[in-house]
């Protein structure tokens, strides 16, 4: 059974930072291209950022590029999501999930990544 479980989202002020891991199960991480998306309440999901099995090459969401740094630990299994500079606009339900970049016609659709995590609520407020 392929599994996903997501930790350390929470509340942080504005310019602040905090560190998403996810740990995976029931495939091969290691040649899975892996990614974060995320939804804010009343908005559609948005892709973060995703990265290859090797743990080079990541790509980022424009709005995220220069503040989040996505990496991966394959002895671990795990996934992370670094995020600095956090703002007000970055308060939404981040989750892991196995797939890549969904092109734009896709990439609202959940139906694209094949795995997803059960999310982690990040909250940035003062």
């Known amino acids: 059974e392929v599994q996903l479980v997501e930790s350390g989202g929470g509340l942080v002020q504005p310019g602040g930072s905090l560190t998403l891991s996810c740990t995976a199960a029931?495939?091969?991480?290691?040649?899975?291209?892996m990614s974060w998306v995320r939804q804010a309440p009343g908005k559609e999901i948005e892709w973060v950022s995703s990265?290859?099995?090797?743990?080079?090459?990541?790509n980022y969401a424009d709005s995220v590029k220069g503040r989040f740094t996505i990496s991966r630990d394959n002895a671990k299994n795990t996934l992370y999501l670094k995020l600095n500079s956090l703002k007000a606009d970055d308060s939404a339900m981040y989750y892991c999930?196995?797939?890549?970049?969904?092109?734009?016609?896709?990439?609202?659709?959940?139906?694209?990544?094949?795995?997803w995590g059960q999310g982690n609520q990040v909250n940035v407020s003062s």
């Open positions: 999930t196995r797939g890549g970049r969904a092109p734009t016609s896709l990439s609202t659709e959940r139906r694209w990544w094949s795995a």
């Open positions: 029931g495939f091969t991480f290691s040649t899975a291209i």
């Open positions: 990265i290859n099995g090797g743990g080079n090459a990541p």
